[in-house]
């Protein structure tokens, strides 16, 4: 389990399937809410408050995306409204409102073009053309979504080993990003860089 501080309000938790299995939690639990499922919520929450010197209580919001062969991200976000902080401060009581995601789309981040071009090459050898380029704040980021016409099986563990999922959403990038190939960005990156 890995823990990282997104915001003051909000802590980003990735689990990978193998801290999941050592915790006899399937992806199963989490859609059905099990008491395993609340149980790890609570030791996420223990740790994040031991981590970050924080104290969760109150109405947290909780953003599940499921990643499918690497496990999931959890994006945990703490009310900022003192008034019913206090209020549940008192009680010890934690309100618990689940997102979840499934995995129609894909979008990773890539600190170095060249991991964008390697990946390209693999991509390319296993005939998926598709895909959206971007660039924001020195960062590339390459999306696919299901009108792309490709099985995410068979590429989520091979993006994973050039690049990293993206919390940073389409509609920012397509904000504030900088679109370099709008579509068929594996095979136009392949037929650029050889």
């Keep these: 389990m890995r823990l990282e501080r997104i915001t003051i309000n909000k802590i980003k938790v990735s689990l990978s399937s193998d801290d999941l299995f050592d915790r006899g939690i399937s992806k199963e639990d989490i859609w059905k809410d099990s008491n395993k499922w609340h149980q790890l919520f609570h030791e996420m929450l223990d740790e994040a408050s031991d981590e970050f ?7 947290v919001a909780v953003e599940v995306f499921s990643l499918q062969t690497q496990g999931m991200i959890m994006i945990i976000t703490m009310e900022d409204d003192e008034v019913e902080e206090e209020d549940f401060r008192s009680d010890g009581f934690i309100e618990m409102q ?7 789309e894909f979008l990773f981040e890539f600190g170095d073009f060249e991991d964008v ?5 693999r ?3 296993l005939n ?5 380029l971007y660039l924001k704040d020195n960062k ?3 999306y696919f979504d299901s009108s792309h016409n490709i099985i995410f099986d068979k590429i989520d563990c091979i993006l994973s080993e050039y690049g990293t999922p993206s919390l940073v959403s389409t509609h920012v990038l397509q904000e504030y990003g900088t679109v ?5 960005a594996i095979e136009k990156v392949n037929h650029f860089f050889k």
């Design 53 to 59: 010197g924080v104290d969760i209580r109150g109405q």
């Design 98 to 104: 689940v997102t979840l995601g499934g995995c129609n």
């Design 123 to 125: 991509l390319f050898s």
């Design 128 to 132: 998926v053309l598709d895909g959206s």
């Design 117 to 121: 071009i390697q990946l390209s090459k």
């Design 140 to 142: 590339y980021y390459l």
């Design 180 to 184: 370099i190939m709008e579509s068929k």
